[in-house]
């Protein structure tokens, strides 16, 4: 992001802008831009955490009210005893963080295995991993079901359990590409020097290729837990008992019989978590994103 | 191995005993080869299993499915049976009907917006971070929150939209409850929830073109327009043609928008889209031939743009 310090030319140039009518048509736009998009990003925010502090009249009234006339914290209070949020948050970040666990080990291991050790038939699994991602997700939700409902050879069913979330997701070619490719660009010396020490392939693994790879796994790890707290279909099939489902899920079924100002607290709740993360790590989520989108 | 380089002692050497030195040292090569493939192999394993049994293995499946039907427990072939009966399906052309009307709000607004949005905040000297986290900040909502405000925003009484409508003297709608507004207006909820995504990544793209394109157009008297129609549009044709093949296989794919904010089916099965027909095939009718049948239609047509979009993010490489 240091093309961001440094400023490019650009549509308009820096001469047009240092102008009299150019300033003042920059400025008015600039102005325009930040209520427009304040308005249009954070407006429903704002809408939802106030909504949460209306009472159930005043959240169905019309007109609808900027403030809430007389804020009721308890709201936000019953929202989160009576849908259970916190068992809707412990199962999503007990999802999210088992899937990352399983990804980070696994993928991680393969993609080290096919850049590194090179064994036989290597660039074939490579290749057949990532024919993967041309198959459209939606198509293989119904044969992953079935596969899940009964394990092909051990004939247990996952259903249920939090494994039919985590094992799914290690079946990611983009991370394997994504880690491999990195791993490339590794230098091949220093894993000579490595193994000329006896170092063992787990050893360089540990102590040379991680501590190198931080960035990327970095990115894997922001998107492994958010493609897990985003999911909705999947979790809905393979949860279908309302006290292990995840927060998506959990508020969903559950938003029928609760008053409307009630659901919306709910609302702004579950959405706190993944705002404040963001919020904390917006610099490596957003490079991550940009970095690994379509340059791979 | 080493033993080919010195044929004379070893022929000799072979002549008088069975296993000589070079045959041994190649044993041991070779062990030790066997010995590093399998610790490779060790390394992949977890992988292996886990795309053996969640993608490799589903993906067969999916075509086995495709010609089988189960009944009362037993499983038989049936050739092209679902295949058939998801085609005759009264609804199978309203679901693509309503999949390729989704995709085409998807491409007008879902495509075009992100673009101008960033280059308008690629124009901005003062605030970028403010702008660009503030873009981004819906696509970390779990999507059950966006989706929720945004029916609590279209309710045709009480909601926030018709509201703002209202006081700027402009005709009210009736939102996710009619046929003819729902399937635009989950459109709307969609892109307002993930154009960060896309925005960004063309902010990244923008940012690449060297000025002095820009200043060459400017000796020309270019205007603005001319300049992103002859500058901007073809130095960022790459990115733009990715995320439009990306966009049209992903929107194909639509079920969660739809489902949370209008049921899947919509007001007149107005919003029903393909995958959501699939859906109630497998987890409604527990018809799980049928499914994997019109999912085979679906694969069948995403295949194309799947291609496409293979081909040219080589070529871009």
Request: charged share 10%; aromatic share 12%; net charge positive.
């Amino acid at each position: 992001m240091s093309a961001f310090t440094s400023q490019n030319r650009t549509l308009i140039s820096s001469a047009t802008l240092s102008r009299r009518k150019g300033k003042i048509a920059y400025w008015t736009v600039w102005t325009l831009v930040i209520v427009v998009f304040t308005l249009v990003f954070l407006g429903p925010l704002y809408w939802m955490v106030t909504g949460g502090f209306k009472s159930a009249q005043e959240v169905v009234a019309n007109p609808p009210t900027l403030f809430p006339k007389h804020p009721k914290p308890e709201n936000y209070h019953t929202a989160w005893s009576e849908l259970k949020i916190a068992r809707l948050l412990f199962n999503t970040l007990y999802y999210a963080f088992g899937a990352l666990a399983f990804q980070l080990v696994f993928d991680v291991a393969a993609a080290y295995s096919i850049s590194k050790l090179r064994p036989v038939l290597g660039k074939i699994i490579l290749g057949a991993m990532l024919a993967t991602l041309m198959i459209p997700s939606a198509v293989l939700i119904v044969p992953q079901y079935m596969t899940v409902l009964d394990l092909p050879v051990l004939h247990f069913n996952l259903i249920g359990t939090p494994w039919a979330i985590w094992l799914p997701t290690v079946a990611n070619g983009f991370n394997i590409f994504l880690l491999k490719r990195f791993f490339d660009s590794i230098p091949e010396d220093l894993m000579h020097a490595a193994s000329i020490d006896g170092a063992s392939p787990l050893r360089t693994l540990w102590s040379i290729v991680l501590p190198m790879s931080r960035p990327i796994l970095g990115v894997v790890s922001i998107f492994a837990v958010v493609n897990v707290w985003k999911d909705f279909l999947w979790p809905m099939l393979v949860e279908p008992d309302p006290k292990n489902q995840p927060i998506n899920i959990g508020i969903n079924s559950l938003s029928q019989g609760v008053p409307e100002n009630v659901l919306i607290a709910a609302l702004a709740i579950s959405a706190l978590p993944t705002l404040l993360i963001f919020l904390l790590f917006q610099r490596n989520i957003m490079s991550g994103l940009t970095a690994g989108s379509l340059k791979g | 191995m080493a033993a080919t380089t010195v044929p004379e002692n070893t022929t000799k050497r072979h002549a008088g005993r069975t296993s000589g030195p070079g045959g041994g040292a190649a044993r041991t090569g070779l062990s030790r080869k066997v010995r590093q493939n399998l610790q490779a192999h060790g390394f992949l394993i977890g992988a292996l299993l886990c795309f053996l049994m969640f993608s490799w293995y589903p993906m067969i499946r999916e075509f086995i499915m495709s010609f089988q039907e189960t009944k009362r427990g037993t499983t038989s072939w049936v050739g092209f049976k679902n295949l058939n009966r998801v085609y005759h399906d009264p609804y199978f052309w309203t679901a693509w009907k309503n999949t390729a009307e989704f995709t085409l709000y998807a491409l007008v607004i879902g495509f075009l917006v992100p673009f101008v949005v960033a280059i308008v905040l690629n124009e901005l000297r003062h605030a970028r971070a403010y702008l660009r986290v503030l873009v981004y900040l819906p696509v970390m909502l779990p999507p059950v929150a966006g989706v929720l405000l945004f029916k609590y925003f279209y309710n045709p009484d009480y909601g926030l939209f018709n509201h703002i409508l209202k006081t700027l003297h402009l005709p009210t709608s009736q939102w996710l409850d009619s046929s003819h507004t729902a399937m635009i207006s989950v459109v709307i909820a969609a892109t307002w929830m993930s154009m960060g995504g896309a925005t960004l990544i063309y902010l990244a793209a923008l940012q690449n073109i060297p000025g002095e394109l820009y200043e060459a157009a400017d000796l020309d008297g270019a205007g603005l327009l001319s300049k992103i129609w002859h500058v901007t549009i073809p130095q960022t044709r790459m990115v733009l043609s990715l995320m439009l093949l990306l966009q049209i296989v992903a929107t194909m794919q639509e079920f969660t928008n739809v489902f949370l904010l209008t049921g899947g089916n919509g007001p007149e099965n107005s919003t029903m889209t393909v995958v959501y027909m699939v859906y109630q095939y497998a987890f409604r009718y527990n018809n799980f031939g049928s499914a994997a049948a019109l999912g085979l239609f679906l694969l069948l047509v995403l295949a194309v743009f799947s291609g496409l979009y293979t081909r040219l993010s080589r070529n871009s490489d």
